[in-house]
């Protein structure tokens, strides 16, 4: 018998909860009682995740398809959904979008119990949030999910859809098969998010390259969802001109992302390098940046 969830109310307030590979912060604003419920029906709702997703995890790990039956709960669901969008096109499983879904699951829980004006629960750097009508949120963006540096920040209102933001990359907990540092997205919900970074950090890429290093997934967790595919352990030093290149064409897939209403905006990172687009414009000149025009107040500083 595995060992059981884990839930600590940390000193500054938030609450931790950790199960087997899943680990979010929460932390929600507003009246103290209802803050206090939010929390336990999170803590409640979060010690029957690992086992719902493992029951289910032989169908999730499998490539997506369309027309696939449906999983049966809830998180499954959301998985597959946030997915669909892309399996016919390209390999994509629904565990691509994993861990938005738990964080997007959890959240829902505690609003639909609580009456809060601000929340986010954070999976890993994919993060489901709520604002209340009038509420705002201003998050930081990572360049490398496996550093804490920040190159600039987000700043989300209640009036614009995104609920959601995803970071993959090969540097961060999950394998990929580009080289981008960190790819960041915003959208309507987590999963979505999640499934979309996942897309777009596969599209930064330089098939070939002699100064990357891919091995077979299967190599490194006999047991994932790549199997074979080859995943980015390693990057070389790349000319200016490459960075561009790979870039270019992770930049083309968020482009398409967000015209096909998909994600709101897309942030891409590599080697020092800073890409933004939001709505068709995009900005690459190794500064932060911005992530929208003046009038949507969707800007990184």
């Known amino acids: 018998m595995r060992e059981r969830a884990q839930i600590t109310q940390l000193p500054n307030g938030r609450l931790h909860l950790h199960d087997g590979p899943i680990d979010l912060i929460i932390e929600a604003f507003g009246a103290a009682d209802e803050v206090a419920l939010a929390y336990r029906v999170a803590a409640l709702r979060f010690v029957t995740v690992l086992d719902e997703l493992c029951g289910e995890l032989a169908l999730l790990r499998q490539p997506a398809r369309p027309g ?17 969008p892309y399996c016919a096109e390209t390999f994509i499983t629904p565990m691509a979008a994993v861990a938005g879904a738990v964080a997007e699951e959890v959240m829902a829980a505690m609003t639909s119990a609580a009456e809060l004006l601000r929340a986010y629960v954070n999976n890993g750097g994919d993060i489901a949030l709520h604002l209340a009508p009038g509420e705002r949120f201003t998050v930081g963006m990572v360049g490398r999910p496996d550093r804490l540096s920040l190159f600039g920040k987000v700043e989300l209102h209640s009036a614009q859809p995104v609920r959601g933001i995803a970071t993959s990359g090969w540097r961060g907990r999950s394998f990929s098969l580009g080289i981008a540092d960190a790819v960041t997205v915003l959208a309507d919900s987590a999963a979505i998010a999640d499934a979309a970074a996942t897309i777009i950090a596969n599209a930064v890429d330089l098939p070939g390259h002699p100064g990357i290093t891919r ?60 890409c933004v687009t939001i709505a068709g414009k995009a900005d690459t000149d190794g500064r932060p940046g911005r992530f929208a025009d003046e009038e949507s107040s969707l800007a990184m500083q």
């Open 68 to 84: 696939d039956p449906q999983p049966v709960g809830d998180i499954a669901n959301r998985m597959v959904a946030a997915v669909a």
């Open 215 to 274: 091995v077979p997934a299967r190599d490194l967790a006999p047991d994932n969802d790549l199997g074979d595919r080859l995943v980015t352990q390693g990057v070389g030093e790349l000319t200016s001109a490459e960075v561009s290149l790979a870039l270019h064409r992770g930049e083309s897939c968020a482009e398409s992302l967000i015209a096909s209403g998909l994600i709101a905006a897309a942030a891409l990172n590599l080697q020092g390098t800073t």
